[in-house]
């Protein structure tokens, strides 16, 4: 008898597990490849890079240390942070970095569009930002509330090219510095959320970035306003954060950045489009060398090394660190050095004004 009971467990066990393996969802379903190939992770970027897309939110007090021990061991030589704001804030970070690393932090002006309508405001904005310039931003940076959240005093949405805002766009232009833009977000947020959906798990997993087609505006008209505002203003040089989200669609980025020579592009959050398409992906960079910008977005430097292996190696079907923003593998670009020192640190060497150029090689 004893022996059958332990027969029966055997089998009620066996047979439990077997449903709970076939039961597992899609988000838990995450197997280790067995497929075995040449390749490595690299840890440390082969030349010293310029993260152009860096967010330190406390600068103005933080310690600075740590930040720069991990810069270090991914080979950064510079981080811009973009979350620099204004005024007396941006005073205090500027003087942190002046303090303790005067070379490896640089801080982007951020406007507040509260007020928008009310006289005086477009004067008043100028004329704050050309001090913050002045007492050492390197650059503005827009965030995607632009065009999504933004209202005026009249409760209307704020557009990309609001011809309000021309004279914000203007100065830069006229001091030399560069402007970092995010509108909108990928275009599946905007889409039917179905299984035809390639975001469907991102959705799922984070349901606040689902849109209505018509939230706050149709996809394609957030982006067509923040192209038209480019234009409007052809002597300022705009770089257009998360390649302005057509990294999925290089052939259409291609023709966008020939149409608007003022307008380059940030590779921020989405090395996953570009690992799975690492031929096609190549011949971009290759083209358009001078055009594209390192840079990460979130702080994490344990997700730098994908955006290295993608960019540097030649490894086949590697792992990307967020299975919701990619559930599909990554193959290696295996850029040319000299592209591979525009992307890390060239490109920003031009065109954000004041960076210490003796940190990087020529």
Not at 28 to 41: C, K
Not at 107 to 118: L, M, W
Request: with cysteine.
């Amino acid at each position: 008898m004893h022996k059958i009971a332990s027969y029966i467990a055997v089998l009620f066990l066996v047979f439990s597990n077997g449903i709970q393996a076939q039961d597992i969802s899609f988000e838990n379903y995450n197997p280790t490849s067995t497929l075995a190939v040449p390749g490595e992770i690299i840890n440390r970027a082969k030349y010293p890079f310029i993260d152009i897309h860096g967010h330190q939110y406390r600068m103005a007090d933080q310690d600075l240390a740590p930040v720069i021990h991990a810069m270090d061991t991914l080979n950064m030589g510079i981080m811009v942070n973009l979350s620099g704001r204004s005024g007396a804030n941006l005073m205090k970070s500027v003087k942190n970095i002046k303090d303790h690393y005067p070379n490896r932090f640089v801080v982007f002006a951020n406007i507040d569009f509260d007020g928008v309508g009310k006289d005086n405001w477009t004067e008043n904005t100028v004329e704050q930002l050309r001090k913050d310039i002045q007492n050492g931003a390197r650059g503005l940076k827009i965030y995607k509330s632009l065009g999504l959240r933004n209202l005026d005093i009249d409760g209307n949405r704020i557009t990309v090219d609001d011809p309000r805002l021309d004279p914000i766009w203007a100065l830069c232009g006229e001091m030399g510095v560069p402007v970092l833009i995010h509108t909108a977000d990928p275009k599946p947020f905007w889409d039917e959320y179905d299984g035809d959906n390639e975001r469907w798990l991102e959705l799922k997993t984070h349901p606040r970035r689902k849109r209505d087609a018509n939230n706050p505006a149709p996809w394609q008209v957030l982006i067509n306003e923040q192209h038209h505002m480019f234009q409007k203003h052809p002597n300022t040089t705009f770089i257009n954060a998360h390649m302005g989200w057509y990294a999925n669609d290089l052939k259409k980025l291609g023709e966008l950045l020939d149409e608007m020579p003022n307008m380059n592009v940030g590779i921020g959050a989405i090395i996953a489009e570009l690992g799975r398409q690492p031929r096609f992906a190549k011949a971009f960079f290759i083209k358009y060398q001078d055009r594209i910008l390192f840079g990460k977005d979130s702080w994490k430097p344990e997700e730098f090394p994908t955006y290295f292996r993608v960019l540097e190696s030649n490894d086949e079907y590697f792992p990307y660190h967020k299975k919701y923003h990619a559930y599909w593998a990554m193959y290696g670009l295996d850029l040319p050095d000299e592209v591979l020192k525009k992307v890390y640190y060239k490109n920003a060497l031009r065109i954000v004004p004041g960076l210490d150029k003796s940190l990087f090689p020529n």
